[in-house]
């Protein structure tokens, strides 16, 4: 990596551990430097400005008003997110914010909008959009064009339960026991859905809310969608899997794309001979063509990607991606789904806010 002679220096809001999981995907590359951090828990500034240096802060007003901060990196309680970020965009400097950016729409649209009307730049914390077999299929969709896409869908699924009983154990105050995963944690999920087919014009959900559990997120639920564009989309979470679960499935008219593990190219056969060869079963002539073509990554770090990103816009002044509108329409589209399933009804988007 070049070696960069101007790091930009950041004021921390935030010293947990998300926090440091991206300052030390970029230790040691000289990208950044810690100037000023704050956080309500005053031992882990401490421990956050003895390990990256910079000043310990006493509050949020002297961590924004620190004359040498070029950018801020807000990354706390999702339901502390507004009222920080409110306070940090006064300060017109360019600022990334952890995924998401708040639970509800209406907080989002007007953090989107105070941040448009301010003209400061925002990069929101989708990392998983970052994941090399995304990216690679992004591009592989620039270069091959995919004809009309048919819809995209999402199998999220985990053993929600490890969550709730770890942290009734262990953190009994930890705001995980007073949010649904379906905007905090597989918002990186809607966003990734949003990369292939744009913005969804309705949803409608049912689910299934069966463990009493102090924990606000379903058991189950299965949303699908109409996009902008007319392909239809689904998605599917599920807390009671015992098998861990992230995939996708983009369903175009020349070729479908599976991610799991790794990438899979699955093509529609190029040419009429290929799909129809004229015999009387033409499926071993058509299956023979189609695939697929395998791609496997090695590791990765999503945080050095999006982190590098962030402040290589904030040095060349380039526009943040994603950006506030998109942590604005996942916030919608996550509160369209949990509206839905538990009224059983249809939600058009845009929300009336």
């Known amino acids: 990596m070049e070696d960069v002679k101007n790091p930009v220096r ?6 947990g ?3 440091r999981a991206l300052l030390n995907s970029l230790r040691g590359e000289n990208e950044y430097q810690v100037v000023a951090a704050y956080d309500i828990c005053g031992q882990a500034v401490a421990s956050a400005v003895e390990q990256y240096g910079g000043k310990s802060c006493t509050s949020s007003k002297e961590l924004i008003a620190h004359d040498e901060a070029e950018a801020f990196l807000i990354s706390l309680d999702p339901f502390a997110h507004p009222a920080a970020f409110d306070e940090a965009v006064e300060a017109r400097r360019p600022i990334f914010i952890e995924k998401p950016i708040a639970m509800s729409a209406q907080e989002a649209w007007k953090m989107w909008k105070k941040a448009e009307r301010l003209d400061v730049p925002v990069q929101v914390g989708f990392i998983r959009r970052f994941t090399p077999e995304q990216m690679a299929a992004r ?4 270069n091959n064009p995919p004809g009309r896409i048919f819809g995209v869908s999402c199998n999220w699924f985990h053993p929600g339960e490890t969550e709730m009983i770890n942290c009734l154990n262990n953190w009994p105050e930890n705001f995980r026991l007073k949010v649904s995963q379906i905007p905090f944690h597989c918002c990186h999920a809607l ?18 809310k069966w463990v009493d559990r102090p924990y606000p997120s379903p058991d189950k639920v299965v949303a699908d969608f109409v996009f902008e564009n007319s392909s239809v989309g689904a998605f599917h979470y599920s807390s009671m899997s015992y098998k861990h679960e992230i995939s996708y499935v983009l369903h175009a008219e ?7 593990d790794g990438l899979e190219i699955w093509h529609r056969p190029q040419y009429q001979s290929l799909r129809n060869d004229g015999s009387p079963d033409c499926r071993d002539t058509y299956h023979k063509h189609i695939g697929p073509d395998r791609f496997h990554f090695g590791a990765s ?3 050095a990607t999006i982190m590098l990103k962030f402040l290589r816009s904030v040095r060349d002044g380039l526009p943040m991606d994603p950006g506030m509108e998109d942590g604005y329409r996942v916030a919608e589209l996550a509160e369209a789904i949990e509206t839905s399933w538990r009224t059983g009804e249809r939600i058009d988007l845009p929300l009336t806010l």
Not at 10 to 15: D, E, P
Not at 139 to 142: D, F, G, N, Q, V
Not at 254 to 260: C, E, G, K
């Open 139 to 142: 591009a592989y969709l620039i």
């Open 301 to 303: 770090s999503v945080d």
């Open 254 to 260: 020349n070729y479908t794309l599976t991610f799991d």
């Open 17 to 19: 551990n998300r926090t």
């Open 10 to 15: 950041l004021g921390l809001y935030g010293c």
């Open 191 to 208: 966003d990734v859905l949003r990369t292939y087919c744009g913005e969804v014009k309705t949803v409608h959900a049912v689910g299934v």
